[in-house]
């Protein structure tokens, strides 16, 4: 089943804005990762943040992470037309590295 | 380096129809194997994963089976397709030691019953 319930279902911006996705899930995590798909593509992961760690950077892409509200939120800054994609969350809990994947955030960036 | 190939790339077959997809690591052993379905505009469901030769487990009952035959190899299958089994298909592996817990994903597989 569907952990994570990723809002927005679609963004449109235009180049050099900021993007912002977010992400709920429902159970304890391990960690949370991101993830980016491209038109017809397999994943590519982006980011991973632990449970103990409230934000994390990599280039420009910033992930906060709030253990209280079970709640992610992905930003991407400076946004250029390549990031067009979908983008999706993941959660590991328990035992193992089982990932369960939110439904997405479509991503559009206009020139 | 570490790869991961699937094959075909995309398959459209009748509906009571068998199914082989394959799923091939390279650069890697011992790696855990993964299975996905996504349907159109939605997140990954997770089918089987596998943490050995030989070892499967399933999550959702299904249609489908899953077998991983030699080390690196993880195959899905079904007897008897159904119209419910069109999607993509994702093969995904990550280290078994647990070192980095990001998944490595295939380039998929796009299947269509007709």
């Known amino acids: 089943s569907q952990q994570g319930e990723e809002d927005p279902q679609a963004l449109s911006i235009q180049e050099g804005e900021n993007a912002t996705m977010n992400c709920s899930y429902k159970?304890?995590?391990?960690?949370l990762q991101w993830y980016r798909q491209n038109s017809g593509r397999g994943l590519v992961h982006l980011i991973l943040?632990?449970?103990?760690?409230r934000e994390k950077h990599s280039g420009r892409l910033r992930v906060t992470l709030d253990t209280s509200k079970k709640s992610s939120s992905l930003l991407i800054t400076a946004s250029r037309a390549a990031d067009t994609a979908s983008y999706f969350c993941a959660t590991t809990g328990g035992g193992g590295n089982k990932l369960t994947f939110g439904t997405g955030t479509q991503l559009k960036v206009e020139l | 380096s570490q790869t991961i190939h699937q094959w075909p790339a995309t398959l459209v077959q009748p509906v009571g129809s068998p199914l082989s997809l394959e799923c091939t690591v390279e650069g890697t052993s011992n790696p855990n194997l993964y299975w996905y379905r996504q349907a159109a505009g939605r997140g990954l469901q997770l089918l089987f994963y596998s943490v050995g030769i030989g070892q499967i487990s399933s999550e959702v009952p299904q249609n489908l089976s899953a077998s991983r035959p030699q080390d690196r190899q993880f195959i899905l299958s079904s007897k008897k397709l159904l119209l419910s089994d069109s999607g993509f298909y994702l093969c995904?592996?990550?280290?078994?030691?647990?070192?980095?817990?990001?998944?490595?994903f295939g380039p998929g597989t796009r299947l269509t019953v007709l």
């Open positions: 159970t304890s995590i391990n960690n």
């Open positions: 995904a592996w990550d280290f078994s030691s647990g070192r980095e817990q990001k998944q490595f």
């Open positions: 943040i632990r449970s103990n760690e």
